[in-house]
């Protein structure tokens, strides 16, 4: 994100108010990050410096080429190299040595990808052909707002170039490249596939809201005259940021209605606050002291905020969730301070002038990320997106469980997602010791209810088309195994789905339907007389979990009724052995218990295994 418009150029005016519509955009995001039910549109302060920056960018090439009839291209990237990289690459060092002593190995080799993604300014790509809006779902990266941060880089790089070549021509031919553009990128909206996600993180999908700012700086160099007619109402003006503050507020990310005509919008109005804050240079309200002073520091609050708020959880911190989020706000807020105070001010106002080795100084974040990275683990959860199947025998001479009713239990048949697979071999050893036999089909991702998951904003998940494959998998094993006991574990069943017929179904909105879903794959699975186990799952501990668990105890609701409606259906307590009374345990024996909030490490499945069986023959009513 730029940073006051005093840095943009020294001859371009500086503006209290642009500092102030920028306090108020990253307050916005910052409050979306943290608490997302109170701003559920807060994400829509990136688009504010989108147009921001597209217009300071813009307005300084244009002043630049008046006075000089050129473009120094090569100074402008020294610019802002130095305005952005120092501190980019503190905030990329700290992260990565704090993601090493905090993260689980299996997330190292993301974190790694990560932060080369960032020094490269392309982490917004790298989200997209990872498909973040799945995987973040438990495993948030630090750095995954530095996707903004990498549009605008590419923005850097590749405008001034345009901008150079087209005024060669004409100030018109640059309005007709910018207009073009603009169109191009709503189209590439309507047209690219992939979904939300690849709308929003996308280069060529975001550059008409950087354009629309591009083009009232074209506009005002050709037009001042109009620009100021635009901009010379305070009262329009203002009206302008409550229309902006009221997107924020009533726009959620879920809203489909709003993609893609809603962003062209919210950039137009934009775009008119703007030329109110370049015509007025002092307003009400966006010029108060305070703001103008947050503003200022936007873009150390930005590199900050996120990665803090990922590192230091409720869960971490071991306190409630108020003074957590108090301590969080303190941390980041004196990181950002140290960040201006020592780093981003000096070295712009070359008081301490870069070193000459200034330029390696990427190599050895480099060096310092791929030693913090060494030794990193496969992310299993991610290898079984396939599909894992296996089958391990009873140990010999050890007599089988006997359930309820004197039946003997000789084997067990494990169904469900990447939480079932993180403890699927402990859990077969653990009952090979007790004499039953297990056989196992888990897939990331698939749980036991038919239909694709779908993300928060409507997207399908990237292993959601495997599936309903997946399901035929299970009904085989069902056949071939014969098992006594279906044991289910699988959380995703809980998350908005699509059914075959198109329709998108949620157990909230739609709980006699999605009952009789799980009904039907209760119908399904049981049919060969097995009982089955269907696990409460226990509450989320990862980054901004509050929203999950709110919607987990409405799904052990449902989950409880259906128990009373289906004599075959058991139900095993998870959230009571894992979250008693809603305190997730953090650790059992100094190892920690579900290093991502979700899943077990290997070392904690052989801790908290046996205590999930015991629990198991429990409600089987097995003697033990």
């Known amino acids: 994100m730029g940073r006051s418009a005093e840095s943009a150029a020294r001859r371009l005016t500086y503006m209290s108010s642009l500092d102030g519509l920028r306090a108020l955009a990253v307050i916005g995001v910052i409050i979306y990050h943290a608490e997302p039910s109170l701003l559920p549109g807060g994400f829509l302060g990136v688009d504010v410096f989108f147009v921001i920056s597209g217009y300071l960018i813009t ?25 952005l990289g120092p501190a980019l690459l503190v905030m990329l060092s700290v992260v990565v040595v704090v993601g090493r002593l905090w993260l689980p190995s299996s997330q190292w080799g993301s974190l790694r990808g990560d932060e080369l993604a960032s020094l ?34 590419q923005f850097y790089l590749v405008w001034p170039i345009v901008a150079a070549i087209a005024m060669a021509r004409s100030r018109r031919a640059l309005a007709l490249v910018a207009s073009a553009a603009f169109v191009a990128s709503v189209a ?39 620009v100021r007619r635009l901009g010379a109402s ?5 009206i302008g940021v409550a229309a902006l503050g009221g997107a924020m507020v009533f726009i959620a990310e879920d809203n489909t209605g709003f993609f893609p005509a809603g962003l062209v919008i919210f950039a137009a109005v934009t775009m008119l606050v703007v030329a109110g804050c370049s015509t007025q240079v002092t307003l009400p309200l966006l010029s108060n002291r305070a703001l103008v002073e947050i503003g200022r520091r936007s873009y150390g609050l930005y590199l900050w905020h996120w990665p803090v708020m990922v590192f230091l959880t409720d869960d971490r911190l071991g306190i409630g969730h108020v003074p957590a989020t108090a301590i969080r706000v303190a941390v980041f807020s004196t990181l950002t301070w140290a960040s201006y105070r020592f780093l981003e001010r000096p070295v712009l106002a070359r008081r301490a002038p870069l070193p000459r080795w200034w330029p390696l100084a990427p190599i050895g974040v480099i060096v310092l990320v791929l030693a913090s990275t060494a030794g990193a683990t496969a992310n299993r959860y991610q290898q079984q997106a396939g599909g894992a199947t296996g089958t391990v025998q009873a140990n ?16 067990l048949l494990l169904i469900g997602d990447s939480v079932a697979a993180s403890i699927q071999e ?30 928060a904003n409507g997207d399908l998940t990237p292993m959601a088309p495997g599936c309903p494959k997946h399901q035929a998998l299970q009904d085989q094993l069902v056949a071939q195994q014969a098992p006594d006991v279906i044991l289910v574990i699988a959380q995703v069943d809980s ?13 909230e909105e739609s709980p006699d339907e999605y009952l009789a879903l ?107």
């Open 59 to 83: 307005a300084l090439l244009l002043r630049e080429h008046d006075s000089t009839h050129h473009i120094d291209m090569r100074r402008f990237w020294r610019r802002r190299a130095r305005r």
């Open 120 to 153: 490269g300014y392309v982490m917004n790509w790298r989200l997209i052909l990872t498909g973040d809006s799945y995987f973040s779902t438990f495993a948030v990266s630090p750095l995954r707002h530095v996707w903004s941060l990498s549009v605008e880089e």
């Open 188 to 226: 590439a909206m309507t047209l690219v596939g992939g979904g939300l996600s690849r709308v929003y993180y996308g280069t060529d999908t975001r550059l008409h809201v950087i354009m629309a700012g591009c083009l009232l700086a074209i506009l005002e160099s050709k037009r001042p005259d109009l």
């Open 234 to 238: 305070t009262l329009v003006t203002l």
């Open 396 to 411: 010999q001479g050890i007599t089988a469980p006997t359930g309820a009713g004197g039946t003997p239990i000789d084997s």
């Open 426 to 455: 402990e859990l077969a050893r653990e009952l090979a010791g007790e004499g039953v036999s297990t056989a196992s089909a888990v897939r990331y991702g698939c749980g036991i209810v038919e239909g694709m998951e779908l993300t």
């Open 495 to 507: 998350y908005r789905r699509k059914l075959p017929d198109g329709t998108v179904i949620d157990f």
């Open 518 to 624: 799980l009904n039907k794959a209760v119908d399904r699975l049981t049919v060969g007389g097995a009982t089955m186990v269907i696990a409460l799952p226990a509450n989320v501990a990862y980054f901004n979990a509050d929203a999950a668990n709110v919607r987990y105890e409405a799904w052990r609701g449902l989950l409880r009724t259906l128990d009373e409606e289906r004599s075959e259906v058991v139900l095993l307590d998870l959230q009571s052995l894992i979250c008693p009374e809603s305190q997730c345990i953090r650790e059992i024996d100094g190892t920690e218990l579900r290093p991502d909030g979700m899943h077990y490490s290997d070392d904690s499945a052989t801790l908290i295994v046996p205590r999930i069986v015991k629990a198991l023959f429990a409600a089987l009513g097995v003697d033990t």
